[in-house]
């Protein structure tokens, strides 16, 4: 007969005891939180303890096309979502109601929060992108003077064209030459930081060139570094396992060894910029590139010390590059794609621009891309279905009801899919998953804007980005330039009908296209 007192206190009855004990609260709680708080939204492919994890580990190569189908399949568009054993919680939502009480109506409670910040904070610091409350106000506010002014605008189209007359044609013009095929996401990628470093620090890294220069020159270690610290955040903030990625920064090994050296080549690159720019007199801060009118505007501003300062504009440094650089190149990348593999819209515009007559080598002035209805469209219907930032993350401050009766609770994660949005047959028809820039137009094909919580690329409400019409400017300057000289054929045959059901992506920060988008050009006969 077994001895009941002496089994119970025997060290391995007690070890038994330790940890059933909380096994059982843990299993408790899950299986209340799945019966509450909003029995109206679905939370499909959930399970007990473990979550979601299943589905995001199977379908991590096509995650956002996961998040789509899941949303499109809802009700409200909503869906409640789980980590592994709850170790974060929230909603996806892809209902532009919801969007605009997260980013307009209740923006107070939905914050970008620690849980966002946490990862980005060695990257970003404390860059735009990454705060909230009075940092990002001082910020907000200066930006949103400077992108006001005509000086700026005048600047930034001037810097543009000359880079792409200086850089981008010669280096095209002479591939198409040489026959030779070129990847031109690795392309556009050189020539925007080429171009943001122009127009945000008046420096000039010359990143496009050959290639046997450009990998001796300091920024090829920066773009290096800078790609695998935006990659490596990713791999972060989607992990399942968020345990193992601080495990490996402890112990300071793999992915997060790599992310601290990139960090300090990060940092001396940012440093040294913001150096050549604090010799400058307060006359030409006033009226150059967008670094120096930072530092112009932020003269009274009290810092700790010269290393807070300093600290502060590397932060704005990396946050201009952030959103010059790998959103810009990313979403050209994914319309030449498009443009490729659909020749009558890549005629369309051809034909558009030929019909401007004041333009100078296929350079269009600021006023000359006014007039270009047809290939704002084209744009647009790309960012539609290839948004740069395919989500974005807010954190939930207080207990709050949606608008579509979705319950989220403090502390929850509230994102919303800029990418699933663009695929919602509630919001663009059945054809939502079809690349029309006609649905832009009107009737007399002059281009008709969405609106900004039905199209949230980039981003709405209080947030929304200061260099939208920068962006455009931008994005259509490069489209022209190169379309008006040259037929670009993906070496793929560009996006189909069933390529677009399973596109190219990789996980980022940013949507990339995963391998790039190799390419021949073929010269256009005038």
């Known amino acids: 007969m077994v001895d009941i007192n002496s089994a119970a206190s025997s060290p391995l009855f007690t070890l038994s005891l330790c940890l059933f004990i909380p096994l059982f609260f843990v299993i408790f709680h899950f299986l209340s939180i799945s019966r509450s708080p909003s029995k109206s939204t679905p939370c499909p492919q959930s399970y007990p303890i473990i979550g979601n994890l299943i589905g995001t580990v199977r379908n991590r190569h096509r995650f956002h096309d996961w998040i789509a189908d899941m949303l499109s399949q809802s009700p409200s568009s909503t869906i409640e979502f789980r980590n592994f054993l709850g170790l974060s919680h929230g909603i996806f939502t892809a ?7 997260l980013l307009h109506s209740s923006f107070p409670n939905y914050i970008k929060g620690s849980n966002f910040s946490y990862f980005l904070t060695e990257l970003l610091g404390d860059g735009i992108f990454n705060v909230d409350g009075h940092l990002w106000t001082f910020q907000r506010k200066i930006a949103s003077h400077e992108f006001k002014t005509k000086s700026l605008k005048h600047f930034i189209s001037e810097a543009v064209s000359s880079e792409i007359s200086d850089r981008l044609i010669p280096y095209i013009s ?18 925007t930081f080429d171009s943001i470093c122009h127009v ?47 495990l490996k920064r402890f112990f300071n090994i793999g992915s997060e060894k790599r992310y601290k050296e990139a960090i300090k080549v990060i940092n001396h690159y940012a440093m040294e910029i913001i150096r050549s720019k604090e010799g400058d007199s307060e006359e030409t801060r006033k009226d150059q590139d967008l670094l120096s009118r930072f530092m112009f505007s932020s003269l009274n501003v009290s810092f700790q010390d010269e290393e807070h300062k300093g600290k502060f504009l590397r932060d704005i440094v990396l946050s201009f590059i952030l959103a010059g650089r790998d959103t810009t190149s990313t979403a050209l990348t994914w319309f030449f794609w498009l443009i490729s593999g659909h020749p009558r819209c890549a005629r369309l515009i051809q034909t558009e621009l030929a019909s401007v007559p ?6 269009f002035s600021y006023e000359e891309l006014k007039k270009l209805h047809y290939l704002h469209a084209a744009i647009s219907e790309s960012l539609r279905l ?4 395919p989500f974005n993350s807010r954190t939930t401050v207080h207990d709050d009801v949606l608008p579509d009766g979705t319950h989220v609770r403090q502390g929850w994660f509230a994102d919303y899919s800029a990418y699933a949005m663009g695929r919602m047959d509630k919001i663009w028809g059945d054809n939502c998953r079809e690349f029309i820039p006609e649905r832009w137009l009107d009737d007399n094909g002059v281009f008709q804007p969405s609106d900004q919580f039905r199209f949230p690329v980039f981003h709405s409400g209080s947030r929304i980005c200061l260099g939208k019409d920068m962006a455009y400017v931008q994005m259509k300057s490069i489209a022209a330039a190169v379309m008006y000289e040259f037929d670009i054929l993906a070496v793929d045959g560009g996006a189909s009908a069933e390529k677009m059901m399973n596109p190219p992506y990789r996980l980022s920060l940013v949507l990339k296209m995963r391998g790039g988008l190799p390419v021949r050009l073929r010269r256009r006969q005038p």
């Open 95 to 101: 209902n532009p109601t919801n969007v605009d009480h």
């Open 174 to 191: 002479a591939a198409c030459d040489e026959k030779r095929v070129i990847d031109l996401q690795d392309i556009l990628q050189r020539f």
């Open 200 to 246: 945000a620090f008046g420096v000039n890294p010359a990143c496009l060139t050959s290639d046997n220069i450009y990998q001796n020159l300091p920024s090829f270690n920066f773009v290096k570094a800078f790609d695998d610290a935006v990659d490596i955040s990713a791999s972060r903030f989607l992990s399942p396992f968020s345990s193992l990625w601080r």
């Open 358 to 363: 004041e333009k100078e080598q296929g350079i």
């Open 386 to 389: 290839f948004p740069p930032v």
